[in-house]
């Protein structure tokens, strides 16, 4: 090992904090170190995240270097013998408030937490064939909710690969490719996808429509909506349209939908295999902070949808604030919204979890409803 990882890794957590995320720090630690090779970044990241996931473990009050070999340790341990961790072991994983904060908080979530997550791909459809052929390691791994998933577990840095400058396949959790199967839009529906960041859902729905209609993508934050047309520039998507849109009641566009997704700002407590920092640098002010974004993002968008038309909900968190209580809230104020069953296979409901233990990706919340259509109305105007 590089003998600069132990330093480094001092230095990124050192630095890093509830405005800093560990990973920004850490890209800015190894552009300022200079000359720091692939493997070298590689193992002071597994590091810097060694020690997040297992930092309630390590002894207080001794060095940072003593508690990087003690999370290192740790790791080994994990890995070899996963069932030397007790279920009341694991419960050191994540901050005492999360025990309050959600309904149910499983030993096998816990569980999934300590380990390296993996990195999940989407094949463009019907791609999944060349994408084993070209991305060597690649393991198909589809799921009703997925069929287009695969998993890599490999080194190489994927973006810079040619099938992927081509367009042939994402990079998108499994838990997020579920999102946009359950959306299930059809060929020439109008969407709105609310949250669209950098674009990630929006993508498949517009892969799902094959060009067929449009699919209006917004956010607040200019940047992410320029890296969306980037992205959906190089994958060759154009049914889409961008727009700024800052959660207000004010949609992008005239015009009615056929289906709504509004995936939210949350508190990520679903993406904390990938993202350990965040376990200790998360509020449970900040879950309802958000949970009351949520929901007014919820209630503005209700007259944007088509009688017979959806609206989806999806957060990548798992506290009962921002989850049922946010589809508990809506459908108690909105009678003209009835609970929608998204999907057709045995987890099947209106509210329903992904969990990492279930997929192998982030937890995920969703939640769907369907707007009625008026007494008399014979057919949603499509
Ligand atoms: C969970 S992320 C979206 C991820 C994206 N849908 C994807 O699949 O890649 C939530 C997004 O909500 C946006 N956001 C936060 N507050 C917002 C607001 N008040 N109005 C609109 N968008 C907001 C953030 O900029 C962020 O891009």
Redesign the pocket.
């Known amino acids: 090992m590089d003998k600069r990882v132990y330093p480094l890794a001092t230095k990124v957590i050192e630095l890093a904090g509830t405005e800093r995320p560990a990973d920004a720090v850490l890209r800015l630690v190894i552009r300022d170190a200079g000359h720091v090779g692939k493997q070298t970044a590689g193992e002071l990241s597994e590091m810097v995240f060694g020690y997040y996931r297992w930092r309630a473990f390590v002894t207080p009050g001794r060095t940072l270097e003593y508690n990087l070999h003690e999370s290192e340790d740790l790791v080994r341990r994990f890995t070899e013998q996963p069932a030397s961790f007790s279920a009341e072991d694991l419960k050191r994983s994540v901050p005492e408030w999360v025990f309050d904060e959600m309904a149910d908080v499983p030993t096998a979530w816990l569980r999934s937490l300590q380990a390296e997550p993996r990195l999940w791909l989407r094949s463009r459809t019907g791609n999944s064939g060349r994408v084993l052929r070209e991305v060597p390691g690649s393991v198909a791994a589809p799921h009703v909710l997925a069929p287009e998933a695969l998993y890599y577990p490999g080194k190489a840095d994927l973006f810079k690969t040619t099938p992927f400058q081509h367009g042939v396949f994402e990079i998108q959790d499994i838990a ?1 490719q579920a999102v946009g199967t359950l959306c299930a839009p059809r060929h020439g529906d109008r969407w709105w ?10 993508m498949h729905l517009c892969d799902l429509m094959e060009n067929k209609g449009t699919v209006w993508a ?4 200019e940047w ?1 909506l320029k890296q969306l047309r980037i992205r959906a520039r190089r994958a060759q998507i154009f049914n889409f349209r961008v727009a700024l ?3 207000s009641a004010t949609p992008p566009a005239e015009g009615r939908c056929n289906g709504i997704l509004i ?4 508190s990520g407590i679903g993406t904390w295999q990938r993202n350990p920092h965040a376990r200790w640098t998360t509020s449970p002010k900040d879950l309802h902070e958000l949970a009351a ?1 949520q929901l007014s ?1 919820l209630n503005n968008v209700v007259d944007a949808v088509k009688p017979g038309g959806r609206i989806v909900y999806s957060v ?1 968190t798992l506290s009962r604030a921002e989850t049922t209580a946010v589809a508990n809230a809506f459908t108690a104020a909105h009678p003209d919204f009835e609970p929608l069953v998204l999907g057709a296979d045995k987890g099947a409901s209106a509210q329903r979890w992904i969990w990492p233990q279930d997929l192998g990706g982030n937890g995920m919340f969703i939640a769907a409803w369907k707007k009625k259509k008026a007494a008399g109305q014979l057919t949603a105007p499509e």
Do not use: F, L, N, Q
């Not at 995936?263 to 949350?266: E, L, S, T």
């Open positions: 997020s996808d609310t949250c669209a960041g950098e674009g990630g859902k929006t917004t956010d607040r934050v992410r849109w800052d959660g995936d939210a700002p949350c974004i993002m990548c």
